[in-house]
């Protein structure tokens, strides 16, 4: 019992020698090679954690680390893994015979990909340009995110209800994002709610609470609702459970 004593007088002698001096914590083996890319995982975990908010760009500093983690792999790797925990969920429910059941998936990087767009924009460190975003979005030729495609066939095979929301301008965009969906494979969800102007001026969080809302009470039961932004999962009428996809490019506020 002693020794035991001891060692904890130690350990403890040792810890605050060591901070006095400034040595190095007991768990960092090594100092980063790279601070600067390790600053911005610091800034994306963050991000990603909803802990920093209403963000407009990424850090310049960082254009290299968003860059090589958008298209390096390590994207795709996340988003796979997520809608893996996704299918999990789903292989749990069960549907019921009266067609009520459903999920909701947001557009804009959930199913299609903006990616090629924002490689323009230096991957978000550029700040957010309505026009030049409606012009490459009236091309009609955002891929599909392939994770979440599959998801959302998924989620048709079984029975479930897909509805899509999204933020984009309902007189300007519907047509070419209509198109744009079934070109990509997104066939057979029940509804696309687009911003209407009856919406215009209001929050991303209250406009889709109350499509939500409006689902819901059409007596729909939601299990799921996937996106990549915060806002996308926060408000009332949330369903059972909610899933972030990632999005280091932008914060829709």
């Not at 079934?182 to 911003?195: A, C, P, S, T, V």
């Amino acid at each position: 019992m002693a020794k035991r004593v001891n060692e904890i007088i130690i350990f403890v002698f040792v810890a605050l020698f060591s901070k006095a001096i400034g040595a190095k914590p007991y768990w960092r083996t090594r100092w980063p090679i790279d601070r600067v890319s390790n600053e911005c995982l610091t800034w994306q975990l963050a991000v990603e954690a909803n802990n920093v908010r209403g963000w407009r760009i990424v850090p310049a500093h960082c254009l290299s680390h968003i860059e090589a983690y958008m298209t390096g792999g390590q994207y795709e790797q996340d988003v796979n893994y997520i809608v893996e925990q996704i299918e999990s969920y789903v292989s749990e429910l069960v549907v019921g015979e009266d067609g009520m059941d459903a999920w909701i998936l947001d557009i804009d990087d959930t199913c299609l990909s903006n990616v090629i767009y924002y490689k323009k924009k230096k991957y978000g460190c550029e700040p957010y340009d309505p026009m030049a975003f409606k012009a490459w979005a009236t091309k009609g030729e955002c891929p599909a995110i392939p994770g979440v495609l599959g998801l959302f066939s998924k989620l048709v095979d079984h029975g479930f209800k897909v509805f899509l929301i999204t933020g984009r301008d309902e007189e300007t965009l519907a047509p070419s994002t209509i198109a744009n969906l079934h070109d990509q494979g997104f066939i057979g969800y029940e509804r696309l709610f687009f911003r209407s102007p009856a919406y215009k001026g209001k929050s991303a969080v209250v406009y889709k609470s109350e499509i939500r809302k409006q689902i819901m009470e059409e007596g729909y039961r939601i299990w799921g609702n996937v996106g990549d932004q915060w806002t996308d999962l926060q408000g009332d009428c949330l369903g059972n459970r909610t899933f972030k996809l990632p999005n280091p490019m932008y914060c829709v506020p």
